[in-house]
Antibody
């Protein structure tokens, strides 16, 4: 079964750090680009960051650029998001998502995890 | 404010047809980038409904269809069912800032 399982969320104070993980199974992880998408409580979806299959191409939303770092370990079938200098507005459910196709251009996300909740509050 | 604009809500009676619009600009949909659609049932993760403007993944009923024209795209749902009540999001790509989503549309089945 194709599956993505996020972990690492929790309650954190403003200005502190948190590292999210996403464990992939059921597909050839190192063939596909991966992304993080978040959803604040009661709000819509917001793309956070994406990484190509070999980590050669990485992108970030302006809202997290310079604070968040995406990475992956293909040997461990895992995706990560290091979040530093967290703010209240980073409070959201964070999903990892698999890009649908193998090509390098933009594409849909065909597999999503169940999400991990990050709450930034003092 | 989202780069892609969707109506906040739409509604329809069982069996009816509803459409959800997604309006972009010349830097995203109008630049030729594909539009994708997701369905998010309450309390669950988004599910890919339409990819590449009009293609359905395996398992998605043919009651769901997508189209794109110019700087806009649409999702149509025919034969509306109670189980279709959910939030729907369009997604595309923009030269800056990258991957973009619409603000979402809540579908209510009357």
């Amino acid at each position: 079964e194709v599956q993505l399982v996020e972990s690492g969320g929790g309650l954190v104070q403003p200005g502190r750090s948190l590292r999210l993980s996403c464990a992939a199974s059921g597909f050839t992880f190192d063939d596909y680009a991966m992304h993080w998408v978040r959803q604040a409580p009661g709000k819509g979806l917001e793309w956070v960051s994406g990484i190509s299959w070999n980590s050669g191409s990485i992108g970030y939303a302006d809202s997290v650029k310079g604070r968040f770092t995406i990475s992956r370990d293909n040997a461990k079938n895992s995706l990560y998001l290091q979040m530093n200098s967290l703010r209240a507005e980073d409070t959201a459910l964070y999903y990892c998502a698999k890009k649908r196709g193998l090509w390098s251009g933009p594409d849909a996300f065909d597999i999503w995890g169940q999400g991990t909740m990050v709450t930034v509050s003092s | 404010q989202s780069v892609l604009t969707q109506p906040p809500s739409v509604s329809g009676a069982p069996g009816q047809r509803v459409t959800i619009s997604c309006t972009g600009s010349s830097s995203n949909i109008g630049a030729g980038y594909d539009v994708h659609w997701y369905q998010q049932l309450p309390g669950t993760a988004p599910k890919l409904l339409i990819y590449g403007n009009s293609n359905r993944p395996s398992g998605v009923p043919d009651r769901f269809s997508g189209s794109k024209s110019g700087t806009s795209a649409s999702l149509a749902i025919t034969g509306l069912q109670a189980e279709d009540e959910a939030d729907y999001y369009c997604q595309s790509y923009d030269s800056s800032p990258g991957v973009v989503f619409g603000g979402g549309t809540k579908l209510t089945v009357l």
